[in-house]
């Protein structure tokens, strides 16, 4: 049996419990004691510990042949569970818990999973530290005094931490893969709409997916076969027939050096291993991506919020949710919406009229002229800061803007739709760094198996 159930991956668990190598309630009992000396992370908003090996047992017996047979997973505090309750990690919601599961929960109960604990997470998920005023911060596992990203902050420090080996989370702007980076941790956003998204806690029906977080890629393609049911297996990419685009503008400019040094040496990874490398710009889409991110986020989460309130909380009002919103963040963005400075109807069909058409055409054209497998580019500029700077960050000896900096380079795919997945780079010192790959819209299965490839390439 293995000496430590924290180094196991999802894949690894379910076949030590298959074999009888782990039993439910020793891997039960050691996931308890993992929450307890990780607390101080605040990863887990709620956590039943006392259940988790007969929810264990009950999960293997409910579906032995299932590919999540008894694997616990944790679920961010945005997804329905009927288990626990669904706060949003906001004061008016603290409380609510849903009659129904979200789709997403639904299909890992069917394979044989089970939702053991929420995740904490960013208030609304409307940022990206995950320093929440109502719940508490999210510690980085890597070093407590920094953030662990956001929104999805819970999930990729609690993975990270090894207290569980997989974890959902939500993706609007990039909300699994810059925790993941930061964390240490494999974050996969997939093909919007390619996962059921009813029953989470909206921001934007165009640009949410829920995601995933592990520490592996095949935990990711096990997640990503479950949530769409699409069964085969991913495969592993040949580097030496692989295409990737660099681009080179807004995605490399002005980084932290460890970030510039930690891809820089990874190019040279797929490059010695066999992947082609090709210099590329997206000079015309800028312009249309700055003029459809915030109009659509700010303009959708006005009606898709109170929406969800309507249907899975009809006991709190939309206006009692904005009056218990905590953290000053969240809050002024919020306030912004609600007076005559509220984003107006033309900006909103402006961007999905015109400008998410042009970046889509773009992006493609991109992939087809230099006939590229994906792009490759830094998922953040920046390694993790630390907790309380939610306005501005040092980078590089002046003072930038948190939540723009952070999503600067994962901001794109999130406005396309298209599939992207963060790894971790090898970390010689310091704090960790992610590097992302992102393909075209539908590609998923494909990404997956590159993403198999470089995991494999940069761990010789």
């Not at 991956?9 to 298959?18: L, Q, S």
């Not at 039943?48 to 264990?56: E, M, R």
């Not at 520490?215 to 990737?244: H, K, T």
Request: hydrophobic content about 45%; overall charge negative.
């Amino acid at each position: 049996m293995p000496q430590d159930l924290s180094k196991l991956d999802g894949v690894a668990t379910i076949a030590a419990f298959k074999s009888g190598a782990v039993t439910p309630t020793t891997y039960a009992e050691g996931l308890i004691e993992r929450a307890a000396q990780n607390s101080h992370l605040n990863a887990l908003q709620s956590f039943a510990a006392i259940a988790l090996g007969s929810d264990t047992i009950d999960a293997i017996a409910a579906a032995p042949e299932g590919p999540l047979a008894g694997l616990p997973v944790l679920a961010k505090d945005n997804i329905n569970t009927n288990t626990y309750p669904t706060s949003g990690g906001t004061k008016a919601l603290l409380h609510h818990t849903p009659k129904a599961n979200a789709g997403v929960v639904n299909r890992i109960k069917d394979a044989g999973g089970f939702i053991a604990a929420k995740a904490s997470m960013h208030e609304l998920a409307f940022g990206i530290t995950s320093n929440n005023a109502v719940t508490g911060a999210v510690h980085n596992p890597v070093d407590p005094d920094m953030i662990a990203g956001g929104s999805s902050g819970g999930t990729a420090a609690a993975v990270a931490a090894g207290i569980f080996p997989i974890g959902l989370g939500t993706d609007t702007g990039g909300s699994c893969r810059i925790p993941a980076a930061l964390c240490g941790v494999v974050g996969f956003r997939p093909t919007t709409v390619r996962y059921n998204g009813d029953g989470v806690l909206p921001i934007s029906h165009t640009r949410d997916t829920v995601g995933t977080i592990a520490r592996s890629v095949r935990d990711i393609s096990l997640m990503d076969s479950v949530l769409s049911g699409e069964a085969e297996n991913a495969g592993v990419a040949e580097l030496s027939q692989v295409r990737l685009g660099v681009p080179k503008d807004r995605f490399f400019d002005d980084l932290e050096p460890a970030v510039a040094a930690a891809i820089e040496a990874q190019l040279s990874v797929l490059s010695n291993a066999g992947a082609k490398l090709v210099d590329i710009r997206f000079e015309t889409i800028w312009e249309h991506n700055d003029a459809f991110g915030f109009p659509v986020v700010l303009y959708e989460v006005m009606r898709d919020l109170p929406a969800y309130l309507a249907e899975h909380a009809p006991d709190t009002s939309f206006e009692a949710l904005i009056a218990g919103i905590g953290s000053p963040d969240v809050a002024g963005a919020f306030a912004s919406q609600m007076g005559a400075d509220a984003m107006p109807q033309a900006a909103y069909d402006a961007a999905m009229n015109v400008h998410r058409p042009a970046m889509r055409q773009i992006y493609a054209q991109a992939f087809a002229d230099h006939d590229l497998n994906a792009i490759v580019f830094p998922t953040t500029p920046l390694t993790a800061r630390p907790i309380g700077q939610d306005e501005t960050v040092e980078l590089n000896g002046a003072q930038v803007p948190t939540f723009p900096t952070y999503i600067r380079n994962t901001d794109l795919g999130s406005n396309i739709g298209a599939p992207g997945i963060s790894l971790p780079c090898p970390v010689i010192s310091g704090l960790p760094v992610g590097i992302e790959f992102d393909a075209l819209p539908g590609q998923d299965r494909a990404l997956l198996a590159l993403a198999t490839a470089v995991e494999k390439a940069m761990a010789q």
